[in-house]
């Protein structure tokens, strides 16, 4: 679902809401589809997943509650939880966009 068109995340995210509160699929997986479908819209992502690539750089995604976020990174237990550490994970993706400008997904 990560990879298909906007139109189709967008519709499967409730499905895999309801699926996750049954315990029938993966909160790191909704995790990733909430802020990636968020991301999207233009509307602040709930769990760091989403950045961006500025001049070889990632650079984070607005985040709804910034304050909260490498909480809520445990909690799920995504890693690296710290999230410069994750930015870190993700600058080799976005060397190649040295003084280029921004993508939307590293």
Known sequence: ????????????????QRAVE????????????YDR?????????HW?????CTNGKAVLAPVDDPAGLEQR????????VAIDEYLKVLDPFC????????KSQP
Request: aromatic share 8%.
């Open 37 to 45: 479908v968020m991301f999207q819209q233009g509307k602040p992502q």
């Open 22 to 33: 049954a315990g029938e699929a993966s909160k790191i997986d909704y995790a990733y589809l």
């Open 95 to 102: 060397s190649k966009f040295v003084n280029a400008p921004p």
């Open 73 to 80: 990174r445990r909690d799920l237990q995504l890693m690296p």
């Open 1 to 16: 679902v990560q990879h298909q068109p906007a139109e189709f995340q967008q519709r499967v995210l409730p499905d895999m």
């Open 48 to 52: 760091g997943t989403q950045a961006s």
